[in-house]
């Protein structure tokens, strides 16, 4: 999933990119109020970590835009200031989830989690979509009961593509959605070709065809099928 985290504490910033990188999520850092208005202004995120205090601003004005532009997108409050009356600003305002600092980066990724499955899955940690299973916990993917081992960005774009069906993506969408802002500098997305070209072929190595059609000129498409297994 792709996040943001508006944070100014170097050290403290530093220290959560890198967790929740390791998690699998793609992250992006800003660290001033300016910084968040424009990465939110520019670009999409599953979801956002905002701190109160900001130089430049404060992360409440950052959540009511986000809220106002991007209603669907997730917030969880990451503040020192732990009164309740912040809290219920912050809740009364659309943020998802309140976190206190200091706080255990386990407990995060496991907030952040539970929010996306709210949001994106209904609630479960288990997505299916035609013959599909995706464990979104586990990170692993079913094909008709078989397990299919993906790499994270393969992994990635096929969770995008489930979670958006019938859906033309633009290029640009997919490629701010698994490179996050590095793909600002790429001359081309010729790379997204080779990635789809390498999930179509990891499908059809367990005879299943992922129906991920290219529009031209634009993007990609995903059409969900419910392909019978083949017998072993």
Known sequence: MKLLLIEDEQALSQTIIRFLSQQGHVCELATTYQQGQEKIGVYTYDC???DLMLPGGSGIDLLRLLKKDHNHTGAIILSAKDSLDDKLLGLDLGA???LPKPFHLSELNSRINSLLRRLKFKGTARLEIGALQIDTDARVVYVHEHALELNRK???LLLLFATNP???IKKSALAEHIWGDQSDQVDSYDFIYSQIKNLRRRFSQVGYELAIQTVYGIGYK???TDQPAIPS
Request: without cysteine; proline residues 7%.
């Open 48 to 50: 956002v970590l905002i």
């Open 96 to 98: 998802d989830d309140y």
């Open 154 to 156: 393969e992994y990635d």
């Open 166 to 168: 019938n859906r033309v």
């Open 222 to 224: 995903f059409t969900p």
